[in-house]
């Protein structure tokens, strides 16, 4: 792969309006600045993170965490650009290619886009609706790609699907997004008939003829022969995009954990610290105590921020030695999994608490709970909605259903998809009034 052809300002559904523009923003800035003020990008504040939405004491949602990672992915973009123009490729000086850290940018808000409510609880519930649930039932009556898109349901794949494709009313190429900013998003380029062991994968069939394209206009090298399901390596790009997110979700996690007492200060300390070597340790303890701040979650603040500042540094470094590996598509594992030995090791074990400390917290536990039931339930109604619409309380239930969503299709894997999309659409907040609502729990005017 070359960086001239992966640097794309093409914009998906508009191929023929191809034209370089004259203004002050350039197209990828477009992409970004379309993106902070979409309605999808905003439903991200009622999306769970890890814990509860806030109460007394804020913690992340998959808004502020969004826009964390696309901090952090600017970061990653402009250095890896500045590095390589300065080491490598100097014709590259002026081009798009120095465009990146946007590019990155906005991929990272994007990277959250297509996760329903309740985060992976909400993706199990939509699987297991037809892998153990009433759906199963269905899988005679649809094609096995779509029965493998269904019971692999991703939020990635989701995401990718939110962007491009075509919903009732709207125009071709979804939000319109250029090449580079929607190959940057694919973490699993590949379709789910391919899916990993962890049933991971990048685009429901629907979208597959608009991912192949963008690919192949890129030059992102394929995998798969002609007639296996369809898989291509990476985009470099995306390289970055999940090195930002390993960073953020993982420090800022501990981060959040302190602040609701799971972990104490000495254990976040030892954690944070352990990132760096006797002399890091020293040079962190002493500015905290030069600057006199005995605030613990202030002193936190500060060590996230260090380490944040030593990964982003440790993942851009990576990125360079192994440029040429990512580029032939041969690089294996994630940036975060290569870096020095000791930040990676402290990674590691930070990694292994969050399981067993963070994720397993009573708190995230509830969550997830009834996150599931409520998402289950919705499942459950919303398809007996679909396959008996003529009964009066499913025209209730799908008069719901916004006029973007082709619920009324003769194609029944089309309104299958069309009850995914209105679920997976929801905020935790909304999912749990409707899931009230249709059970009699509450209503409007009491």
């Avoid at 995306?238 to 979700?249: G, N, P, S």
Wanted: glycine share 6%.
């Amino acid at each position: 792969m070359n960086w001239e052809q992966l640097i794309s300002n093409k914009r998906l559904g508009q191929e023929y309006r191809h034209v370089k523009r004259h203004d002050d923003r350039t197209e990828f800035k477009r992409d970004y600045d379309r993106l902070i003020f979409s309605a999808p990008f905003r439903r991200l504040q009622n999306k769970t993170q890890v814990f509860p939405l806030p109460g007394s004491i804020f913690v992340h949602n998959r808004l502020t965490h969004s826009l964390e990672v696309a901090s952090v992915g600017m970061s990653l973009g402009n250095d890896v650009a500045a590095q390589l123009v300065s080491s490598k490729y100097p014709e590259l000086h002026g081009t798009m290619f120095e465009q990146i850290g946007q590019i990155v940018a906005t991929a990272c808000l994007a990277h959250d886009l297509g996760n329903p409510p309740f985060g992976h609880s909400g993706e199990k519930a939509i699987q297991t609706f037809f892998t153990e649930g009433p759906g199963k039932e269905l899988q005679p009556e649809l094609s096995q790609v779509f029965w493998d898109d269904i019971t692999h349901f991703e939020g990635n794949a989701n995401a990718f699907r939110l962007l491009t494709h075509q919903f009732c009313g709207r125009r071709p190429g979804g939000f319109v997004m250029t090449y580079s900013t929607l190959g940057s998003i694919v973490k699993y380029p590949f379709s789910s008939s391919a899916a990993s062991k962890k049933g991971k994968f990048g685009f429901f069939c629907s979208e597959r003829e608009a991912y192949q394209r963008i690919a192949d206009e890129m030059g992102i090298i394929c995998l798969s022969k002609p007639g296996e399901p369809l898989r291509y390596v990476r985009h470099p790009l995306v390289y970055l995009v999940e090195a930002a997110d390993d960073i953020c979700y993982e420090i800022m996690d501990l981060e959040d954990a302190h602040k609701l007492k799971i972990l104490s200060f000495e254990e976040t300390e030892r954690l944070m610290l352990g990132f760096f070597d006797e002399m890091g340790k020293k040079r962190i303890l002493q500015r905290i105590k030069e600057e006199q701040v005995t605030d613990p979650n202030e002193k936190v603040v500060y060590m996230r921020a260090c380490v944040i500042s030593l990964l982003e540094n440790e993942c851009v470094n990576t990125f360079i030695e192994n440029e040429e590996r990512i580029l032939a598509g041969t690089f294996t594992g994630s940036l975060i999994d290569n870096i020095s030995p000791l930040p990676c090791e402290a990674y590691k074990q930070c990694a292994n608490l969050s399981v067993e400390r963070i994720y397993k917290s009573k708190p995230v536990l509830d969550v997830e709970l009834s996150g599931y039931k409520i998402m289950e339930t919705l499942m459950q109604q919303m398809v007996r909605a679909v396959l008996n619409p003529d009964r009066y309380y499913s025209q209730q239930l799908i008069g719901r259903v916004s006029s973007q969503y082709d619920i009324h299709a003769d194609s029944l894997e089309t309104r299958l998809m069309a009850v995914i999309d209105y679920i997976s659409g929801m905020t935790d907040v909304y999912a749990l009034d409707v899931y009230q609502k249709i059970n009699g729990i509450s209503l409007p005017i009491v």
